[in-house]
C-alpha cells in the first residue's frame, strides 16, 4: 500500500466514524435515497449488475461538505431496496489522478468488472485550467469481484486526445455491440462547443478514435456525462450541457441534462434529433443508465447541480450534501422517453393513508392524484410548496413561496394535459411524475418540522397516498 493511500483510508476512517447519521436526528436525511455517509455526493459512477447484484458508485467527497478532493464510494444491493454500503474502493492515489477520480462507467465480461474512469491532475501555477494546467486521463481498474480493484491503468493521455479540444476530455462510458468495444467521452472543443468522442476497441486497453458526435450549431460549451444507448429500437444520446441560454421553459437551470435521437451510423454519418430535457425540477444532472438482468434501461442521477448560485442545500451544516435520485425504469413511446421509479419502490409502502384536507404527515410518502376531470389542480406544502397544473395556461409549475427553497423558486413546462400525478416526498426532497413519467421534476426542500401539512385543491376522492419506509442500508466495509 501507497503512503499516499494509506493516509486517505486513515483520513476515511476519522470522517466516516459517525456513519449513516441517524436520520431521526437529522430531519433532512432521507429514507429512500441513497447519500453519501458523510460530506459530499455528486455524479453516479459505475451503474451495472454484476453477479446478480446491483452496484452504484458515485462521486464522494468525505472531507468536505462543500466538495473537494474526489474518490469513488460504492453502494451494491440484490433488490435495489436493501443495500449494502462498501466503503470507498477508488482513491486519488497515482500521478494519473492525483486530484480527483472523475466520473466513468463499469462494462461487465467474463465474470469481470473493469471500470473506466477520468483521472483529473492540476498543475500548480497561473493557469485558466480550460486551455492550460490541466491534464486528464482515461483510467481502466479491474475487479475479480466487484469489491477489490487491481492496479491501474493509463490508457489514454492528454496527448492521444484529438486536436482542437480544450483540456476538458472527461467521463468515459464503455459498452460492448457486436464483438467491438465502444467508449464515448464528454469534451470541450475550440472555440467552447460540446462534443462527444466516440472510440472503438478490439481488446478494452486500446483505442482508437471513430468520430465525433455533435450539432451542427453550438449548443453549449461542454458536454459532461455521455451515455449512448438503445432504447426500443432507437439510439438515445445523453448529455449534459453547459452554457445553454434559457429559451422560456427550457432551459432553466445553469447546466441542463438531457438527450438527442440519433439518427444514421454512430462510426459515420448522422444526425442529432430532438434533444429533450430528462428532468425540469431544480435538482437534476449527471444521470447515467444501465441495463439490469430484467431487460430494463435504468436511470440514477445526481439530485444536484454543479456551478448553482441562486440556491443552496442547508445540509451543509450538518456535515453532508446531496443524494442520488431513485432508479427509474425508461420506456420509450409517443416520440420521447418515458420515466418512472422501477416497480421495487412499491415494496417501501408500509400504509394506505385516508386522504383529508389541511393534514400533517411525516415528509416521507407517496401521493398519486388521477386528474379524471383534466381539470387544473394544486397541491400545496405548508403553505410553501405549490405543486400545480393550469389548464386554460397549458403549463405545469414547481414553485416555492418562503424558506422551504432554500432560495428556489420555480420551474415549470409547457402540458397539454395532466391526467396522473406521482409524488414521492422523502424528508428533504421531492421527485414528481406527470402522465406516467411523461415529464419529470426533481427538487431539494427542506421543512422545518417532523411534519408537513397537506393542502388539497383537487378532487381528493381520485387520491390515494401511502407512508414510505426507509431502504435498509448496511455497512460492509472491507
Known amino acids: 500500500m501507497n503512503v499516499l493511500l494509506h493516509y486517505f483510508m486513515k483520513q476515511l476512517e476519522q470522517a466516516e466514524k459517525n456513519i449513516f447519521l441517524d436520520i431521526d436526528k437529522d430531519k433532512w436525511r432521507a429514507g429512500y435515497h441513497l447519500m453519501p455517509p458523510t460530506g459530499w455526493l455528486n455524479d453516479p459512477n459505475g451503474l451495472c449488475m454484476y453477479q446478480g447484484e446491483y452496484h452504484v458508485f458515485f462521486q464522494y467527497s468525505p472531507f468536505d461538505a462543500e466538495g473537494g478532493l474526489k474518490f469513488w464510494g460504492h453502494y451494491k444491493s440484490k433488490d435495489m431496496i436493501h443495500w ?18 472523475y466520473s466513468g462507467s463499469a462494462l461487465i465480461e467474463n465474470e469481470k468488472m473493469y471500470l473506466y474512469y477520468t483521472g483529473n491532475v492540476k498543475l500548480e501555477g497561473d493557469f485558466d485550467y480550460t486551455n492550460t494546467g490541466r491534464e486528464p486521463y482515461t483510467i481502466l481498474v479491474e475487479s475479480n469481484n466487484g469489491i477489490h480493484f487491481g492496479t491501474k491503468k493509463c490508457i489514454l493521455t492528454p496527448k492521444d486526445y484529438p486536436k482542437g479540444l480544450t483540456l476538458h476530455i472527461r467521463d468515459p462510458k464503455v459498452w460492448k455491440e457486436n464483438d467491438i468495444y465502444y467508449m464515448v467521452l464528454g469534451a470541450r472543443a475550440k472555440p467552447d462547443k460540446g462534443e462527444v468522442l466516440l472510440y472503438c476497441s478490439y481488446d478494452k486497453i486500446n483505442w482508437e478514435l471513430k468520430n465525433i458526435l455533435t450539432t451542427e450549431q453550438n449548443f453549449g ?36 441534462s438531457g438527450y438527442f435521437l440519433l439518427k444514421g451510423d454512430m462510426t459515420n454519418q448522422y444526425t442529432l434529433e430532438n434533444f429533450t430535457e430528462w428532468d425540469k425540477g431544480f435538482d437534476f444532472y449527471a444521470p447515467q443508465t444501465f441495463l439490469d438482468n430484467k431487460g430494463r434501461r435504468i436511470l440514477i442521477a445526481w439530485a444536484g447541480i454543479p456551478d448553482e448560485k441562486g440556491y443552496d442545500n442547508p445540509t451543509v451544516k450538518n456535515g453532508w450534501q446531496h443524494m442520488l435520485t431513485m432508479p427509474r425504469e ?3 413511446k409517443n416520440g420521447k422517453i418515458y420515466q418512472m421509479p422501477i416497480k421495487e419502490i412499491e415494496q417501501l409502502r408500509t400504509q394506505q393513508i385516508a386522504i383529508e384536507n389541511n393534514m400533517k404527515v411525516v415528509p416521507s410518502f407517496e401521493l398519486e392524484y388521477d386528474n379524471k376531470s383534466g381539470q387544473s389542480f394544486d397541491i400545496e406544502i405548508d403553505n410553501d410548496v405549490v405543486i400545480a397544473f393550469h389548464k386554460q395556461q397549458k403549463y405545469f409549475e414547481i414553485s416555492f413561496k418562503g424558506a422551504l427553497g432554500s432560495g428556489r423558486k420555480s420551474r415549470s413546462v409547457t402540458l397539454e394535459q395532466c391526467q396522473n400525478i406521482k409524488i414521492f416526498a422523502d424528508k428533504s426532497i421531492l421527485e414528481i411524475y406527470l402522465n406516467a413519467g411523461e415529464e419529470v421534476f426533481t427538487t431539494r426542500f427542506y421543512p422545518q418540522n417532523d411534519k408537513v401539512m397537506l393542502y388539497y385543491h383537487c378532487d381528493t376522492k381520485y387520491c390515494k397516498m401511502w407512508q414510505m419506509n426507509r431502504y435498509t442500508i448496511g455497512r460492509n466495509v472491507v
Not at 89 to 99: A, C, G, V, Y
Not at 222 to 247: A, N, R, T, Y
Open 330 to 332: 425508461l420506456k420509450y
Open 84 to 101: 449494502e454500503y462498501m466503503g470507498v474502493p477508488l482513491f486519488s492515489d497515482q500521478p494519473f489522478d492525483i486530484h480527483g477520480v
Open 221 to 256: 460549451y461542454m458536454w459532461e456525462c455521455p451515455d449512448l444507448f438503445e432504447l426500443e429500437g432507437k439510439k438515445i444520446l445523453s448529455v449534459s450541457p453547459q452554457g445553454l441560454q434559457q429559451q422560456q421553459r427550457n432551459y432553466q437551470n445553469i447546466h441542463q
